[in-house]
């Protein structure tokens, strides 16, 4: 993704892994310091998935399989079954960090699969590093492609609504919805994008930035706004991500969508999701998926910069701790009218199964 520091343009990618050191672009502290923030070993990966220092589905799923090669250096010493007994810990401990995107499901998946058909430890090591590089380079790769073949759903003139990020930061590199958003802009149309500012973690100042960063047209609404601005016809589109999509095509993903989905039925426009296929979970019914909730503080304080003193600062907007606070929600297939992945552009009716293997 392009970043802008001290005035020079830069392309620089989300996460990315060197020796042993994880280095990711600190989403905390956005837009106010650009900050690399660096973990050495896997407990400082699991901490920063659960501060969201790295969020988005496809990202920390990509975190954590860094995070497992850098728990296999870790136990590389061990005989393998010690090494083992060990690795799932660190497994179970990923996964609890954050239950609901399926990316990191997939991928952790992936990596334990390759490393099992290692005899020792030392060899495991290998695999994982080359496993992880792989997964990595296979979602920037995967995300292009959503935006190149999504481009064209972004016509000239038009109003885009986004909810969440799901840009660069959110992937290793291009994002998915936004993704579609940055390549139709690099085809020099012109149109507008409402982002939505996500309450309560607001994401949507992280879509500010990459939008800033790529001088693509925006404004940033309350989420309360996009009825509004829906209804006078100044959205002919809304794009998503998603955090997990079922094979009957239900969409999980941040929370708010649903009420997006609805709104674009009833004024009839396109409600588009776009996402890696590592998204995609072709096993679970919807009663089985574990929708996270977090911290109550995430609604009852706001944290704010101040530009004065230069530093971040949390306030309290609530007395009452009575709060619930669910970040994804489940959008039903019928309001989906198109799935964007790296290989298709998926319609209704929808059966992931099938239709990904038709590809
Ligand atoms: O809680 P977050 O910020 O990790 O949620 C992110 C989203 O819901 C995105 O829409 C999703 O991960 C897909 S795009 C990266």
Known sequence: MKVKIDGKTVDCRNIWMKSQTINMIDQTRLPFEFRVHKTNNYRETVEAIRKMQIRGAPAIGVAASYGLAQAAIEFKDLEIKKFWKHLDEVTREFLNTRPTAVDMHNMVKRMLGAMKQAETSHQCVKIALRESQKIAEENAKACKNIGLLGRNLIKEGIGVLTHCNTGALGTVDYGTALSIIRFAHYQNKKFIVLATETRPWLQGRLTDWELTQEDIEHYIIADAAAGYYIS????????????????????????????????????????????????????????????????????????????????????????????????????????????????????????LERQLKNK
């Open 232 to 351: 006078r016809g100044d959205v002919q589109i809304v794009l998503v991500g998603a955090d997990r999509i079922l094979s009957n095509g239900d969409v999980i993903n941040k929370i708010g969508t649903r009420t997006l989905a609805v709104l674009a039925h009833e004024n009839n426009i396109p409600f588009v999701v776009a996402a890696p296929t590592t998204s995609i979970d072709l096993n679970q019914k919807i009663k089985n998926i574990k929708i996270e909730e977090r911290d109550s503080r995430e609604i009852t304080h706001v944290k704010g910069y101040n530009e004065e003193t230069q530093e971040f600062q949390i306030l309290r907007l609530y007395f009452t701790d009575q709060v619930k606070n669910p970040v994804f929600d489940i959008t039903p297939a019928k309001y989906v009218s198109k799935i964007v992945t790296e290989n298709q552009i998926i319609e209704p009716p929808y059966n």
